[in-house]
């Protein structure tokens, strides 16, 4: 398995060049079709190590990866979703998270996001398109008899995660772990302070405490929100030396997600 995964990494770095080249430039569109196309042929091939699914919204065809529970009872469904500039099959945190579920009981389903541009990570068409995808993935995993779902999104995922939750909620959905989620400093009528004080669901909201600064300066905002609409069911917590990609963290971080899932998202077991 692991020289599978070393394989499945250095396979998508062409990948990753890609994203880094569009995010750093401002002449495309919020969703680039065709890049996201390419990406995602890549990662549909022999070296990927889940089950390759194709959903659909309206008349977007998107990929996504799913890793069924390795264990003989199913606790539910994870539904992840990456940053900006990444992929479903991200080398930090993305892929090791899908496995390390995978192998603690839960069935994951990575999602490819619209492919965008550093100047549209704001637009309301974005988050649009991307709940649409989310919501797929809730269908999904419905049609699986799979309803005791939780939606962990990192950076520009989390937001998207947090306003489909509170636009368009779905009884499936249990909890939500945000992952390095950015509000503007000190603006509590933010979209996603707003979107805070919307949901109804269980919050996690984990960062690292050498964030990007758009995460670390907001969090105080994040809490109050979290605390004053949330109250018991709001909890933000900070890793010490992590970075935005939580590089070389990734087993605290797999831990505290872990435990914080155990406390919020028990509600279906049933035996394979």
């Known amino acids: 398995m692991a020289m599978k995964y070393r394989f499945s990494r250095a396979a998508t770095g062409c990948i990753g060049l890609f994203l880094l080249l569009l995010f750093f430039s401002g002449n495309v569109l919020a969703a680039n079709l065709t890049l996201e196309r390419k990406i995602s042929q890549q990662l549909d091939s022999p070296a990927l ?3 390759s699914v194709w959903l659909e919204t309206g008349n977007i065809r998107f990929f996504a990866i799913l890793s069924e529970s390795l264990t003989s009872e199913l606790i539910g469904g994870v539904i992840l979703l990456h940053d900006t500039g990444q992929h479903a099959d991200w080398h930090e945190i993305i ?10 009981g839960w069935d994951t389903l990575s999602i490819q996001l619209p492919v965008t541009s550093k100047l549209d990570l704001a637009s309301n068409t974005l988050l649009s398109d991307a709940s649409l995808r989310i919501q797929a993935a809730v269908d999904y995993f419905s ?18 995660a947090l306003t489909y939750l509170a636009e368009a909620p779905s ?39 050498l964030d990007q600064p758009n995460v670390t300066d907001s969090a105080k905002a994040r809490r109050a929100a979290g ?27 797999q831990r505290r997600i872990e435990a914080w899932l155990k406390r919020v998202a028990q509600g279906m077991e049933k035996p394979r």
């Not at 892929?95 to 603690?104: F, I, Q, V, Y």
């Not at 049609?143 to 998207?160: C, D, P, Q, W």
């Not at 509000?183 to 690292?208: N, R, W």
């Open 171 to 209: 009884v499936s959905v249990r909890a939500l772990v945000a992952l390095s989620l950015s509000a503007e400093s000190g603006k509590t009528e933010s979209t996603v302070i707003s979107s805070i004080s919307s949901i109804k669901v269980p919050m996690f909201d984990l960062y690292g405490s």
């Open 227 to 253: 605390k004053k609409h949330l109250k018991e069911k709001y909890r933000q917590s900070q890793i010490m030396g992590a970075n935005h990609d939580y590089t070389g963290l990734q087993e605290s971080l």
């Open 143 to 160: 049609a699986r008899e799979n309803t005791n779902l939780v939606l962990i999104g990192h950076g520009l995922g989390a937001h998207m």
């Open 95 to 104: 892929a090791p998270l899908r496995h390390h579920l995978s192998e603690k």
């Open 49 to 51: 190590i889940g089950e």
